[in-house]
């Protein structure tokens, strides 16, 4: 229960618990952190927040967060136009760019298929990869949706559109986290790890 | 070092890491989930903002917040007038009304003595506090500044001129906190506790 402070103040309170992993007790501490001593701060964050609100969109092509029709990565002509790599969100755009590892494109889904929740290929915004397989000329297709039944479901729906469209498919390695100890990896993890395990000299598979 | 967004993005990334406790990776959560799925929150937020920091100013006769010249508990007659409690800053006034165990009145100071930070007794508020003590009826004066260094030395400052003018002064107990284990304090904090302990019995003390 946050304690009682001015009416605005109560407001902003309430406004700052939106926020992802903000409790009341953390809301009261920003917003009196911003009003004691970071006023000129706080105006700035005022205007980013509508800023952003108004000004970002949605790129045409991949669905990422771009401020004009088409983002950079898909404006950006050194990109392999061949290579598109589908992912569930733009947070897991942000983490695949961030290891520097991919030249190819990408396209954003909706989320994850959930029949259950009414969820179908539709409301994912599968319509628009389908279109894109189509018209444009895309090689291969790199499913990285995330590791759990929803996104094994996703990837494997995508994975047969793009089969019958004579597109190659791949799915994002799974096996052991850098830096994982056997002892403490689930069963799960350690079996696909097993199943897909990499012969280290090109003669030793045979 | 956070992605990179679009550019109104990246600007509402860095004004939020201006909230205490908000990284570059927690700031870039909270501003994709209000562009994601929250848009209408994120515009009431940027207006809470805005609005807080226009309407919200200084109570003249506390210095706690309020929206008008005097805060609700300086307008409150319900509020016994010769008791005034002396706090740090406005944060210590919220945690004193939740407890419901203080009737009177506060005074909010704008910090605590420094004199090494060139933080003397007017920057802190002190005039304000000597023009209360002179011309309002106080009759008793809790110093309940924090069990620091600087609170203790600007307790002792606030606790002369109060004596002084012949009203009484107090200090907030200090001893070991509730749910406390004994192993787990530190010796100042139990050398207190011995020092200022209570006798449950009238005549044990004699």
Do not use: W
Request: aromatic content about 4%; hydrophobic content about 40%; some cysteine.
């Amino acid at each position: 229960m946050p304690a009682r402070l001015t009416p605005a103040l109560d407001q902003l309170v309430k406004c700052l618990t939106y926020l992802p992993g903000v409790g009341p007790k953390s809301a009261t501490r920003m917003a009196l952190h911003l009003l004691e001593r970071e006023q000129n701060k706080g105006a700035e964050l005022a205007i980013a927040l509508s800023e952003a609100l108004t000004k970002v969109g949605r790129c045409q092509r991949c669905n990422n967060f771009s401020e004009s029709d088409l983002c950079s990565i898909c404006k950006d002509t050194r990109r392999e136009e061949g290579l598109l790599c589908v992912v569930e969100a733009t947070t897991d755009v942000i983490a695949i760019e961030q290891t520097a590892a991919f030249r190819g494109r990408y396209f954003v889904l909706k989320g994850h298929l959930s029949p259950l929740d009414g969820i179908g290929p539709k409301e994912i915004g599968i319509d628009l990869l389908k279109e894109i397989m189509e018209k444009q000329t895309v090689k291969e297709l790199i499913l990285a949706t995330s590791a759990t039944v929803e996104g094994e479901a996703t990837a494997h729906f995508i994975g047969e559109l793009a089969q019958s469209r004579n597109i190659k498919v791949s799915r994002l390695a799974q096996g052991i986290p850098m830096g994982g100890e056997l002892g403490l990896l689930d069963s799960g993890t350690l079996s696909h790890a097993l199943e897909d395990r990499k012969f280290l000299f090109a003669d030793s598979g045979n």
